[in-house]
């Protein structure tokens, strides 16, 4: 099992071990990020996919995924799991950069640290001066510290969700040509919260267990997760204020006003695989 900054961010304390999974948890980049394969493309401002050293050189690929909400794509599984979770540093900050860039209002900010607190990767802090400064070295774009800012201070200067979530296809796409036919896809439709696991914490759900599917088409089991995520069985403690933002679409777009189709028409357009799929159930 592959991890990135396993030093730092400690799967053991999330019950990622090698007596719980049976296996290790390796740095799939290596401990200084320096082992990676690099495959240039060319979408705007995203160049390079750098696929971990370790996914890249192995024989097969099985992709186990959490099913959850995303501010950035609407929706986390299979293909996020590969675009995030298989590549460096720099590759995600390109594909984030697509999303756009961050803005700091020094008149709103209160110096609460929230932004600081809330950064996964030591990239930002405040200056002698009290100046918000972010080191672009370490930056991912992630947008954390914008979402979590209460007053505004920090925002995104240019929404662009349909550029961000064809950068995170092409990545995906990109890294499973490498593998064929070697690749199996399991999304855990369990615990389906509104936002994302790289936030380090839980919240309720938004609907019901579900259970777990698998393909070997990537698109074909993101739609399926998406098919059984539905409106009607909307939880409202699980959701931020207790309710919806939006008025139609699927459930994460109304929660996150992101169409997360858009993800995978741009893969279908890629030939990673295909919407249509039929449905087997295993009791």
């Excluded at 209460?150 to 995170?168: V, W």
Aim: negative net charge; glycine residues 10%.
């Amino acid at each position: 099992m592959t991890d990135h900054y396993v030093n730092m961010r400690r799967p053991q304390d999330r019950g990622y071990t090698a007596e719980i999974l049976g296996c290790p948890v390796i740095d799939d980049c290596g401990h200084t990020e320096k082992y990676f394969v690099t495959k240039e493309v060319d979408y705007q401002t995203f160049k390079h996919v750098d696929i971990a050293g370790e996914i890249y050189h192995a024989d097969y690929l099985v992709n186990l995924s959490h099913l959850k909400g995303h501010g950035s794509c609407g929706f986390g599984g299979a293909v996020k799991n590969l675009g995030m979770g298989c590549v460096t540093d720099r590759t995600r900050q390109e594909i984030h950069g697509l999303f756009g860039g961050l803005e700091w209002d020094k008149e709103k900010c209160t110096h609460c640290d929230a932004c600081i607190k809330s950064c996964n990767h030591d990239a930002n802090s405040f200056n002698d001066d009290g100046d918000y400064q972010i080191l672009d070295h370490n930056c991912t774009l992630c947008h954390h510290c914008d979402i979590v800012c209460p007053n505004g201070a920090i925002k995104i200067t240019d929404s662009k969700f349909y550029d961000f979530q064809h950068g995170m296809a092409l990545c995906a796409s990109t890294i499973l040509e490498e593998f064929g036919d070697n690749a199996y896809h399991i999304n855990v439709l369990t615990n389906i919260t509104a936002t994302c696991d790289c936030w380090g914490m839980s919240t309720p759900p938004i609907v019901p267990d579900i259970g777990i599917l698998a393909s070997r088409d990537v698109v074909a089991i993101e739609q399926a997760s998406l098919d059984a995520v539905k409106v009607e069985d909307f939880i409202p403690q699980g959701a931020p204020g207790g309710k919806l933002i939006g008025n139609t679409g699927h459930l994460f777009e109304r929660l996150h006003c992101i169409d997360p189709f858009v993800l995978l028409e741009a893969l279908e357009k890629l030939n990673a695989g295909s919407r249509q799929y039929n449905l087997v159930e295993i009791m």
